[in-house]
């Protein structure tokens, strides 16, 4: 029986996509870098460290923390750009009613995540928020979500990990909690299902009858 649900951030709970474009775009600009980086180019690689993507996209940047520290100062003045997906807050009340604990595993820093579900006023669902910190790897390792069951006292086969990358699944996999993938993230469906999660839904709704 599960205790636990883990969410993603980006991709699963929000639209964040225009946010993060237009915010790693002002983060060039601000370091006067003349930068060619197409949004679908980015959209297909969220969920993954800017180091890994701008390796990927052949973008050279030369002090990565600095980068990082503006993008975060910046990511609040786009926040109007992200919305909440469809039936969210229905589902964390609905997994709130049923005594599910629930917890946040993101990439993004610590204060940067609780920022957002401040932002959205959805912080008073979360047992516990797990950010990006320091010394700690970051998705599809499993040593964050582990942090998690320790801190929750739950066991793996009591917990499923609900993202849309194949960063949460491998993640979710590697700590040996069951796996659920959103098919209206950032992943295509043929992705998501090469991926072999436990659960491949398409809405909050879905997600809600796993628990049912």
């Not at 996509?17 to 237009?22: L, P, Q």
């Not at 926040?79 to 599910?100: A, H, Q, R, S």
């Not at 909690?177 to 909050?204: F, H, I, M, W």
Request: with cysteine.
């Amino acid at each position: 029986m599960l205790k636990l649900a883990v969410f993603d951030l980006d991709g699963t709970l929000t639209d964040s996509s225009e946010t993060i474009y237009r915010t790693a775009i002002q983060t060039f600009n601000k370091l006067g870098l003349k930068v060619n980086l197409p949004k679908n180019e980015l959209d297909k690689r969220i969920g993954a460290h800017f180091g890994e993507i701008f390796e990927e996209l052949g973008i050279k940047v030369d002090d990565l923390e600095n980068y990082i520290e503006i993008y975060k100062s910046l990511y609040i003045h786009f926040i109007e750009y992200t919305t909440l997906y469809p039936g969210v807050t229905d589902l964390l009340n609905f997994l709130v009613e049923k005594e599910i604990k629930v917890a946040l595993l993101t990439t993004k820093a610590q204060t940067q995540a609780e920022m957002i579900l401040g932002h959205f006023q959805l912080k008073k669902y979360f047992n516990y928020i797990m950010g990006r910190r320091p010394n700690i790897p970051h998705k599809p390792s499993p040593e964050p979500l582990k942090i998690i069951l320790t801190e929750l006292n739950v066991n793996p086969s009591e917990a499923i990990m609900i993202g849309d990358t194949e960063y949460d699944s491998r993640c979710g996999k590697s700590a040996n909690a069951q796996t659920c993938l959103v098919t209206y993230g950032y992943r295509t469906e043929a992705q998501l299902k090469n991926e072999s999660p436990d659960y491949l839904v398409n809405s909050s709704s879905a997600i809600m009858r796993i628990f049912s």
